[in-house]
């Protein structure tokens, strides 16, 4: 299917729907950095079940920037909004890295949309105050091509980049494609925000996927996470930051077997 757009609030959402018509809805947000299309090897096995709804946060993608200030609550009533403009009563939602941080919100502050929660390598509190303000100022210095090497050595571990350089070329493609100021933006969004005493609240039933070797959201984030979470379940891959990607299969099969449930 083509994607679509929406108008929500100050902003213009790029969206895309695959699956049944009739069947439950999922909802795909993506990290920091990539498009609705970072999910491409995921919808295939979840789309048989699943209305699968992808989106591109603002300020990624084809959304647009939007002129409000970027916080997480903004980008969680983008989802929202989103919903409601596409006549959706609860969906499923699942989120990785800041699309795991807006999940977390939703659970919070708008648990009646939403049935499950899957909160994939995220963390409560990401990084650092510092870590962030050098991150800002090294791409309104010089662009996505400043820190590209960087990120993609963290989002993958030495190994896969070795042994599939096509995945990470595509991941390397959105990156470097995405709007300097939509992801300024975001960064300021993730710097300001820490759910850490709030999750305790989510009460949806929920799934946290951690990566081994994640140096981003290490698995003692992901730990935090589910510890604080009532009921919820933690699995740990064998990859880095987007182990949707670098553990397609086992990631994937802990989704379906989630929302399936």
Known sequence: M?????????VTLRYRFDGPAGAPVLVLSNSLGTTLSMWDLQVPALSR??????YDTRGHGESSNGKEPCTIERLGRDVVGLLDGLGIDRAHFCGLSMGGVIGMWLGIYAPQRFHRLALCNTAAKIGTEERWA?????VRGGGMAAIVDTVIGV?????FISRDPAAVAKIRMQLERTSPDGYVAACTAIRDMDLREQIGAIKLPTLVIAGAHDASTPPGDGRFVAERISGSRLVELDAAHLSNIEAALQFTSALAGFFEA
Not at 2 to 7: C, M, Q
Not at 134 to 138: G, K, L, S, V
Request: aromatic share 12%; proline share 4%; charged share 20%.
């Open 2 to 10: 083509t994607a679509s757009t929406l108008d929500v609030a100050d």
């Open 155 to 159: 989002w993958f571990t030495p190994g």
């Open 49 to 54: 079940t699943f209305r699968v709804l992808r």
């Open 134 to 138: 050098a991150r800002i100022a090294a």
